[in-house]
């Protein structure tokens, strides 16, 4: 059995939250694993179904824009067990409780390294996916996103072109490739929250993959408190104002209620 939540740790970290001017959260792989999404390396993970990728995939796509397409499009039709789960996962509590912090004017913004879409789907409005979205497509040319169904995709003519006027780029997935380059809007808007965050939220990520882990220790430089939501200890712990030791599922929706109760009774 668990031990019972720590509601001292809790209250502080909600004390923080609600005095803070620019609250920022980043999220990693922990989040979506409560939802059911295979780790890259665990059983089921992307990975171990389908082969870690080259890590020149980004200039083999470059190289073969088409190829990578008729790939992809054969794995839509015959989905392995990798797109089996991420098709059938759900936002879990942890996911509507972000959202529901950003809705009432607690939470200023969200750095995720996920790609499964599942922040959006819970309703999360200000979002940096930094590692792209699966669901999403990007240009090459001049990096319009769109979700996947915005772009139309003939299977005669493979890559499909860029729809914006004056760009006929070629289009690839959003999901940032081995020895792809973070795309510099994202990387720019992260470190502009990671210098504004007063309060700044870490969520299932084991902080030690760049260079979403530098955003909140620039943000720790600058003064930001920390708040480490995680079962276990992470490279940032010791870094931490405030731990909450246990699943995030379990963690946000009662810090969520703590912040709640304490705007009550302002
Ligand atoms: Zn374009």
Not at 178 to 204: K, S
Not at 244 to 257: F, H, I, K, V
Request: one cysteine or more.
């Amino acid at each position: 059995m668990l031990p019972a939540p720590d509601t001292d740790a809790i209250d502080e970290a909600a004390a923080l939250l609600v005095g803070a001017q620019h609250a920022v959260a980043l999220t990693g792989a922990g989040i979506s694993k409560e939802s059911g999404i295979p780790t890259f390396r665990g059983k089921d993970g992307l990975w171990t179904v389908r082969g870690e990728p080259p890590l020149n995939q980004f200039q083999e796509f470059h190289r073969d824009p088409k190829a990578w397409w008729v790939r992809r499009l054969e794995q839509r039709a015959n989905p392995d067990e990798f797109a089996l789960s991420l098709s059938a996962s759900e936002p879990n509590d942890a996911h509507y409780a972000l959202a529901e912090l950003e809705s009432i004017g607690v939470l200023r913004h969200v750095i995720t390294q996920n790609v499964d879409n599942l922040h959006r789907r819970a309703g999360q409005q200000s979002i940096t996916e930094i590692h792209g979205n699966m669901r999403w497509m990007r240009c090459t040319d001049c990096h319009t996103r769109w979700p996947e169904d915005k772009v139309d995709v003939n299977l005669e003519d493979l890559p499909p072109r860029c729809p914006e006027p004056g760009c006929s780029g070629i289009v690839k997935g959003d999901g940032v490739m081995f020895g792809e380059p973070i795309p510099p809007d994202a990387l720019e808007r992260c470190y502009a929250e990671a210098a504004m965050a007063d309060v700044f939220l870490l969520v299932g990520t084991s902080a030690v993959v760049y260079p979403a882990a530098m955003f909140p220790q620039l943000a720790h430089q600058r003064g930001a408190s920390l708040i480490e939501i995680d079962p276990e200890p992470t490279a940032l712990s010791e870094l931490a104002r405030v731990a909450l030791r246990g699943p995030a599922g379990e963690m946000l929706p009662l810090l969520l209620r703590a912040v709640r109760e304490r705007i009550e009774r302002r």
